[in-house]
Nanobody
């Protein structure tokens, strides 16, 4: 079993920045991708960004150029640096892990095996 614990959410003004962290523990797979999703009130959970075990990246169009995903495999931690935040970025942000190949970069919810509990990000206008 793998546990994922997110931290770093909060309230920020539009144009500001936040950094989310997600620490994994337990029996992590040998190779796994880590991603971030978000869910705003009344909306579906949507993909934000993913990083493969090898470091390959993919972002949703809505955050490309503003958000940066990174991972520290030694610490089994993934980060999401969010800059130039907008009110429409307000959501609960979830970290997720997916067992797979070295360059695996899943982008849909059902491809992920483990999920964190979520952390609230609120951007005020």
């Amino acid at each position: 079993q793998v546990q994922l614990i997110e931290s770093g959410g909060g309230l920020v003004q539009a144009g500001g920045s936040l950094r989310l962290s997600c620490a994994a523990s337990g029996r992590t797979p040998s190779w796994y991708a880590m991603g971030w999703f978000r869910q705003a009130p009344g909306k579906e959970r949507e993909f934000v960004a993913v990083i493969s075990w090898s470091g390959n990246l993919y972002y949703s169009d809505s955050v490309k150029g503003r958000f940066t995903i990174a991972r520290d495999n030694a610490k089994i931690t993934v980060y999401l640096q969010m800059n130039s935040l907008k009110p429409e970025d307000t959501a609960v942000y979830y970290c997720a892990a997916a067992a797979g190949g070295y360059n695996y970069r899943p982008r849909t919810r059902n491809e992920y095996d483990y999920w964190g509990q979520g952390t609230q990000v609120t951007v005020s206008s």
